[in-house]
């Protein structure tokens, strides 16, 4: 058998590798099917009977049958030979060997369609671990997010119709959802037939685009019909199966419905439940494997669906809660399920064997009238224990509670045992948290996580475990919420991630930010569906921003400006403006509060009404600026009449702006008159003003180049220069400007300079639309052209085709061998190009045909080749009606085809930017604003004085660039604390409107009256239950009181007749006092177990003894007392033998072994005495003091009676960093030492049993250096003694209990030289053994008895528990 070890675990894939990888395995190819074929007869067998013995029993064919169950010609040769084993008596373990499985590979049901599923025979012996990495890594199965086991009646049996409906959705939609894995018994009857029809109805209804549902099937192989067709020693691939109904007798067949089949082997035939053994132990192993998606690892849960069912499916859920699996029991389906659903709701002290003998007959009776006294004594405790485990036990009712969907239920029990679980800190949270992110079930996680009233604030530690890169490792970020974020956008979870954003912080920034996210990812989605809900998605979040800004506008103008600027840590130090620029977001940019705020930054710190006029008036004369005909924000400026009104007025932007506009106009005149009144060949003094203007121009441009005030890196700097489209004009234009001038500088090349120079003058030109920007109605005609050209680029393509086709054509016809490449481009292009606009080419009909006008020979440069013609006849020769065709061909479909396309194009272009020219004018307004509010105010040439100052200041004096805060300000932390607290609140106020909004519209409005009604309907059912339950009551007690009436007159009636009042004769005739008496027992029995509620012993009653195979006698709750009579107790005997023998009571039920002991005394070194009295001794051994346990004798414990232990309580107060207590809910919080041994999953109480004459617990020593023993005895002596008696202890039997005495040491003073010395020699001596201090609470995942003694601990000291 290879030994696979624990089988690894596979991250999910995509959805559409999944189904791809999934189609690659199903259908395979040979080399697939080769490694198949030899790996599993290595690793996997089977189990073959190879000893025939003859059985009693004949088989349904009448023939001689081995005690397996096959006939002798069903065996190996070898088998059937006389001498092979000696034994007469047929044994499993002898005569059953493991062999190579000869049974696997692909399965299809004939007649039922080419649908394949996967199978395989195998050993019950087989480990987990095998099969694990079969599925996963020759079945090619993903690993699942979710394992559902269904199980219920192997018969078939009828549901009602709406429940079978609601239960087939509910199963497959949480399979297909949650990505898990549904396993049953496989076969095609009852509830496993169930399963299998839910799964072909979601697939004939689905698409092609759903998820596969994977459906696993563990079945018998000694009881599948027509199992020999897939047997085949190196595999069928596939295999042919027949299902057969009707002729399958006592076996069953597969069903058709499931996708993978694991067939039991034991090595019998006909022997029904071989497989559950191996069922359990392969859901136990997956349950503990790791599952990561998308950065989140979780251990993968397992639920268990109930349907219907008898005695084995009672037995499979007692195992499952007993074992923390969640069931959840379908109420309605029939039977054991409607039996436990309904005693699920009462109290166990009231679930007795009468009831279930009430329920049993009314559900299912004839399951009832074959139970015997002991069985239902048996289905009492064990539907006892599984509901006490409520947390555990979920009850479908379809229709009530609230409840409609199977699948809600199923993840709902999951998450309730989730948080039912003991965790440390923030685990069991962060737990569920996971699970929903794993299920991509945002409705669960919204109604069952986020439900309470959590502060994510306090979640931070946990939330960071949930972003984890692909390496493996866990990145630690300072903003976890903002990581979780990120990720619910890029795994497109859009409901996780709305619940985070509205739990955010920075929420204007986080949700600007996930709409640059949505907008870069929609650009590598290829598919138009998802990249349109991208682009949707993107759009609402932009919304989100408007909508939460334009609360904060309306509330403080300043305060949501200062928004706009504030850098953001979490979000790369950048500011909400800046994101939203990088993001397009137009609607956002256009917000009536951030153009106020561009349009005084633009006005620097003038005043916005100041009139343009004015303005440039102060420009050309500036002494003006000491008058009031400009006004300042400032009231200082407005006052003083200084060079600071001086210097205010020419930095504003908007004064720049204009400097700059008259300095380039007056470039580009100086420039024309060069170029076409002073170009000489020696430069003129105005050529070289251009030459030193152009200079300026450049040392501007480096300057923005290098402009780096965010720290970005030169790299990111210049990637983003170039980006930008204005500027590779302006690099293009200076580029060629340079080469103009280096050839107007060579003597030769003066015109070709010249030239050149005059071409540059057209691109300065077309710089001068950037400026026209700032104009509302140039502006966005200048994003019309922009947008234009490219419609007419991508024209060109289409006109190049029939313009090149046409002229070709027409060349060919009309010249014959013309090798001058300038005339067949001119008559090739340039003549079919002109033609569009009306030049007819000459010839074409032969109307104009001249020799003079053409070169018969090509001979002459400037005429062209002449046409095809007649010389004797001075005639055309070409075939005129062919040219005349085509020419009216090409003129159709480019003057009026493709030009009129054209024009549709503009047409459009221009309609889709007009109906958005004002947010087209705001949003690109802002670049300009942003360039001319850090350009330096001085005009080129004389920009360069700013430059010579710029240099100075950051090369001599190395001052680094700073942004100016007017558009970037990096708050102080308390002031940014307050700000973003303000922004949280508005936040709130926009979503509470929103919420108002939507329930404002009529479609939610008749929902709500919906779900009203619905509640209404709920509650009258309630009541209406209330007081039926409340009749019950009521008669239950006037039955009691009559019965005491009875008994009362009784006992009158019988005192006066003795005293010699009355006759017989006059003797009333009263109820039987048999039957009175039977009533009164009963109700007083019941009374008495309603008083008492669960206070019997519970750990020592479960069936299954630990660290044994002996099971208990089942004792329900009522059967516990020793003086209730129950006639048909007889446990079992059982003492283990331990290895000290020493110092424990002899093996054995023997009562000369056991005469020696002397009970209810100190007998030498063990003390018997209890800690309750004096118990009873019967048969020479003691009573356990508080009732039967179902088992007799002293078990794994050492002594008979009571086992003396010690629990020391060590207590101290949790402190904070600062020394400080730590509170909670105004209670002081405690720490306590707890110890965990290598195989326990639970922590413990440093305590537990002494050696005879010791005073330390043997835990206690295994964890404390001997130097500190005698120390600490003597704190058990100062301790406090909180609790001492009896100890509900799984171990405990009816012989042999635990008594415990427990004393707190608590260190108040966190300086105590006590404590210090204890923490010092805190040492585990055992490898694996851990010791730690754990906080005080609840939900800490300690043993329940040491909980309950921790509990009196916390309540000694005022503590917080």
Known sequence: MADLGMAPSLQRSSSSLSKTKRLHHLFGNSAKQENLSSWVPQSIKKKECVYFVESSKLSDAGKVVCECGYTRQQHLEEATRPHTLQSKDWDPKKHVQEMPTDAFGDIVFTGLGQKVGKYVRLSLDTPPSVIYHLMTQYWGLDVPNLLISVTGGAKDFNMKPRLKSVFRRGLVKVAQTTGAWIITGGSHTGVMKQVGEAVRDFTLSSGCNEGEVVTVGIATWGTVHNREGLIHPSGRFPAEYIMDEEGQGHLTCLDSNHSHFILVDDGTHGRYGVEIALRTKLEKFISEQTKERGGVAIKIPVVCVVLEGGPGTLHTIYNAITNGTPCVVMEGSGRVADVIAQVAGLPVSEITVSRIQQTLSLFSQEMFETLSESRIVEWTKKIQDIVRKRQLLTIFREGKDGQQDVDVAILQALLKASRSHDYFGHENWDHQLKLAVAWNRVDIARSEIFSDERQWKMQGVSLRSLYKRSSGHVAFTMDPVRDLLIWAIIQNRRELAEIIWAQSQDCIVAALACSKILKELSKEEEDTDSLEEMLALADEYEHRAIGVFTECYRKDEERAQKLLTRVSEAWGKTTCLQLALEAKDMKFVSHGGIQAFLTKVWWGQLCVDNGLWRVILCMLVFPLLYS??????????????????????????????????????????????????????????????????????????????????????????????????????????????????????????????????????????????????????????????????????????????????????????????????????????????????????????????????????????????????????????????????????????????????????????????????????????????????????????????????????????????????????????????????????????????????????????????????????????????????????????????????????????????????????????????????????????????????????????????????????????????????????????????????????????????????????????????????????????????????????????????????????????????????????????????????PLSESWALPGGSREPGDMLPRKLKRVLRREFWSSFQNLLVQGTEVYKGYVDDPRNTDNAWIETVAISIHFPDQSDMDLKRLNSHLHARDPGMSVQWQVVDKRIPLYANHKTILQKVAALFGAFY
């Open 628 to 1237: 009031n005909l400009i006004s300042f924000r400032e009231r200082k400026l407005q006052a003083r009449r200084g060079l600071l009104r001086v210097r205010a007025f020419f930095n504003a932007p908007v004064v720049i702006f204009h400097l700059n506009i008259l300095s380039y106009f007056a470039f580009l005149c100086l420039f024309a008159y060069v170029l076409m009144v002073d170009f000489q060949p020696t430069p003129s003094c105005c050529e070289y003003l251009i030459h030193f203007w152009l200079f300026s121009l450049v040392c501007e441009e480096l300057r923005q180049l290098f402009y780096d005030p965010d720290e970005f890196g030169l790299r990111k700097v210049a990637l983003l220069y170039i980006s930008d489209f204005w500027n590779k004009l302006d690099i293009g234009a200076i580029l060629l400007f340079i080469a103009g001038l280096t050839c107007r500088l060579i003597p030769g090349l003066l015109y070709s300079g010249r030239v050149i120079l005059s071409l540059d003058f057209i691109m300065f030109c077309l710089r001068l639309m950037h400026i026209f920007t700032i104009s509302k109605t140039l502006g966005p005609k200048i994003i019309i052209v922009k947008r234009m050209m490219k419609d007419v680029f991508f024209f060109l393509f289409l006109l190049a085709v029939w313009v090149v086709s046409f002229g070709v054509a027409k060349q060919a016809i009309l010249i014959h061998n013309e090798s001058r490449v300038d005339w067949i481009f001119r008559g090739v292009i340039y003549q079919s190009y002109l033609t569009i606009f009306g030049q007819m080419p000459a010839y074409i009909d032969g109307v104009n045909f001249s020799l003079d006008q053409c070169s018969p020979n090509g001979t002459d440069p400037y005429k062209p080749k002449c046409p095809e013609s007649d010389t004797v006849r001075h005639e055309p020769a070409f075939p005129e009606w062919l040219t005349v065709t085509l020419l009216c061909l090409y003129l159709l479909f480019t003057n009026i085809l493709l030009l009129n396309l054209l024009i549709a194009m503009f047409n459009y272009t221009f309609q889709q930017v007009q109906e958005h020219t004002d947010q087209i004018w705001k949003f690109q307004r802002h670049d300009l604003i942003e360039e001319y509010h850090s350009r330096p105010p001085a005009p080129p040439p004389f920009i360069l004085l700013s430059h010579l100052h710029l240099v100075i200041k950051r090369v001599v004096l190395k001052i680094p660039a700073k942004r100016h805060k007017q558009l970037k300000s990096k708050l102080e932390k308390n002031e940014e604390a307050v700000l973003l607290s303000w922004e949280v609140c508005l936040k709130d106020s926009y979503l509470q409107n929103r919420q108002f909004q939507r329930k404002q519209r009529p479609e939610q409005q008749i929902q709500d009256i919906g779900n009203r009604v619905n509640t209404v309907v709920d509650l009258l059912e309630r009541e209406s239950l209330k007081r039926s339950g409340s009749m019950e009551q009521r008669l239950a007690s006037l039955e009691a009181q009559m019965a005491q009436m009875s008994r009362a007159l009784h006992w009158i009636v019988t005192a006066l007749r003795d005293s010699g009042f009355g006759s017989e004769e006059g003797l009333p005739t009263l109820a039987p006092q048999k039957a009175s008496e039977g009533q009164d027992h009963e109700l007083d029995s019941r009374q008495r177990a309603e008083a008492v509620g669960d206070t019997h012993h519970v750990n020592a009653r479960h069936l299954l003894y630990p660290d044994s195979h002996v099971t208990r006698f089942p004792v329900p709750n009522e059967k516990v007392p020793w003086d209730t009579e129950f006639l048909i107790y007889d446990p079992p005997f059982y003492t283990d033998d331990r290895k000290d023998k020493g110092l424990v009571d002899p093996v054995g039920n023997a009562l000369e072994a056991l005469a020696g002991i002397s009970y209810n005394a100190v007998d030498g070194p063990i003390d018997r005495r209890s800690f309750h009295g004096l118990y009873a001794v019967q048969e020479g051994l003691p009573l356990n003091p508080m009732g039967r346990t179902g088992l007799r004798g002293r078990g794994s414990l050492g002594w008979f009676g009571p086992n003396h232990t010690l629990q020391p309580v060590i207590t101290r107060w949790r402190r904070n960093q600062d020394g400080a207590i730590c509170r909670k809910s105004i209670k002081k919080m405690l720490e306590v030492l707890v110890v965990k041994h």
